[in-house]
């Protein structure tokens, strides 16, 4: 049994680390002296793509913040038409892709687009030069786009948090002459302050590692100056820097989040039965609340999954249906590849901490599981510049022992790309493994020891038969997200090698999307099924 401990603790700490060195050789090629061509950028564009990453961060969240926690508080606390369905519904449209709906948005808003036809049909007008419009493919039309897709993870947690707050306090607030909207301002918004602030926090992350959007609507940001240093420049120490400044600003979000609600303390948290009873809403306040959660659903996903539909029917006869197969091939495989890695290590971290006990335990799971706050286009530096390194070692010594040079064994091929899945979504895999571990009591564990069994003869008899279902949700959660990653596919990927996300890209920046738009529909089909699943347990835990 020692053995196996201590092949357990090994493990746990070489997987742990394998999946942190991208990030620390990120900030270990930084400190190197820096070169022209980063010398250039700091002189020249650096400012402007900073500012540009710190408005999009602010105007993101900020609208994120004003779609979202309207509508979870009155799914939490009031009965519109429908709420049944739009309770779960205003989660969907983080399904899609935002250069999927920056797409279609801007063809419908464009000169040419349907929109300012009609407009120009019933007035008359001829040119652009008689009106104003707003033109979307700006930075604040990026911000529009990402906050409509973004928005979610506020609404989530808001939700979450306005439904767990005791009746008790609003009611109070009511007795001493407080409207709805007073104890909203006073009562509600600031217990849900933590999860909001969390809400935003994601919704900052994301705004900030975004490329397929802010690339589309050519808005120059840290993300896209990454891209650009390596694929333009063939500069790897310079996007290491950038790099390294976004993932320093990447600590200082989180930082500051947990830092805003430090002395803040909840003592209650017990949702009495009748905080499940709603408040239905009558006259021009159930219209506008109607209004208000239905339009923000149509806007965000019905409106442009529709559309997409329309021209997969559309132009499906000028579709690849062979490019389409061959790269919904590549996708599986390499996902499945990726979820089947994750599942393995979160098994053996969560294992270990399991089984050791302590405070040490639990250093090598938070280890592998810093790579989901990491940009992919960042990441996907990180493992070049790992991986760059192992090949040139092995090189090395295979010309020092006369044996050839085998190569780029593992940069040039597909195992970059593999790790760069497996490093960024690791730690969707050990959230939920950890969760179904978490309910095996730890009598079980006794007993077993005490009928004779092994570490291993434990683990096979007793944990992994009772933590079936959450392996399973784990390797699909991150199946799905290595399906639709987009930003580390398109700098990994070997040469004459797509998936679907990087297909769909291609086609949405040459301004073809409507070719593609079969696959588009798969990955956003493909992305509603771990929202389901998130709703679905959200559900169960207030039920």
């Not at 929109?115 to 911000?143: E, H």
């Not at 390294?244 to 430090?262: D, G, K, W």
């Not at 239905?294 to 442009?304: D, K």
């Not at 938070?366 to 991986?387: D, H, Q």
Request: proline content about 4%; aromatic content about 12%.
């Amino acid at each position: 049994m020692l053995e196996q401990n201590r092949f357990l603790k090994t493990s746990s700490w070489v997987l742990s680390l394998l999946l942190v060195l991208p990030i620390l050789a990120i900030f270990y090629t930084a400190i190197g002296e820096s070169d022209q061509v980063f010398g250039h950028l700091m002189s020249t564009v650096m400012g402007t793509y900073t500012l540009n990453t710190a408005l999009l961060v602010v105007g993101t969240v900020g609208l994120s913040l004003l779609m979202g926690i309207p509508s979870a508080w009155l799914m939490a606390n009031y009965s519109i038409p429908g709420d049944r369905w739009l309770q779960w519904a205003l989660v969907l449209p983080l399904a899609m892709p935002g250069y999927i709906v920056g797409y279609i948005y801007t063809d419908w808003f464009d000169f040419a687009g349907p929109i300012q036809m009609f407009l120009r049909d019933i007035t008359g007008w001829t040119s652009a030069a008689q009106y104003w419009f707003p033109d979307l493919r700006t930075l604040p039309g990026a911000c529009f786009v990402l906050s409509l897709v973004l928005h979610p993870y506020i609404y989530l947690l808001a939700r979450a948090a306005f439904m767990e707050q005791s009746l008790t306090l609003t009611q109070s607030a009511r007795l001493m002459g407080c409207s709805p909207l007073q104890s909203f301002f006073r009562i509600s918004l600031p217990l849900a302050r933590p999860a909001i602030a969390v809400g935003a926090s994601l919704v900052a992350m994301e705004a900030l590692g975004d490329f397929g959007t802010v690339s589309y609507f050519a808005v120059s940001t840290l993300t896209t100056a990454v891209y650009d240093t390596w694929l333009g420049y063939s500069n790897l120490n310079a996007a290491a820097k950038i790099s390294a400044m976004m993932l320093v600003v990447i600590f200082l979000l989180i930082s500051a989040e947990r830092y805003s609600r430090r002395k803040q303390k909840l003592f209650s948290q017990n949702v009495s039965p009748d905080k499940i009873a709603k408040t239905p809403l009558q006259g021009k306040y159930k219209f506008l609340a109607t209004i208000w959660c239905w339009g923000l659903f149509v806007i965000a996903f019905v409106a442009p999954l529709a559309q997409l539909v329309i021209y997969a029917w559309d132009y499906h006869a000028s579709s690849s249906i062979q490019d389409f197969a061959q790269y919904s091939v590549n996708s599986l495989y390499v996902s499945t590849i990726a979820a089947v890695v994750a599942l393995v290590i979160a098994l053996v971290v969560n294992f270990y901490r399991r089984l050791a006990g302590n405070a040490v335990s639990s250093i090598p799971m938070r280890m592998a599981s810093l790579g989901y706050a990491v940009p992919g286009t960042v990441l996907a530096i990180g493992v070049l510049i790992f991986l760059t390194s192992a090949d040139h070692l092995i090189n090395d010594i295979a010309k020092a022992m006369d044996w050839g040079r085998p190569g780029l064994l593992f940069s040039g091929t597909m195992f970059a790309l593999l790790m760069a899945f497996v490093v960024r979504f690791s730690a969707v895999a050990i959230g939920s493994v950890e969760s179904s571990l978490a309910k095996v009591s730890p009598s079980l564990d006794m007993a077993a020891r005490t009928m004779g069994c092994n570490v291993r003869g434990m683990i096979q008899r007793v944990h992994l038969p009772l933590v079936r279902r959450g392996c399973l949700i784990a390797m699909l959660l991150v199946f799905i997200e290595s399906m639709k990653e987009l930003n580390a596919a398109l700098l990994l990927r070997p040469f004459n090698f797509e998936t679907l996300a990087t297909f769909v890209f291609n086609y949405a920046s040459d301004e073809h999307l409507e070719y593609a738009a079969l696959p588009a529909v798969l990955l956003v089909l493909v992305g509603l099924v771990p929202l389901i699943m998130i709703n679905r347990s959200l559900e169960q835990s207030h039920s």
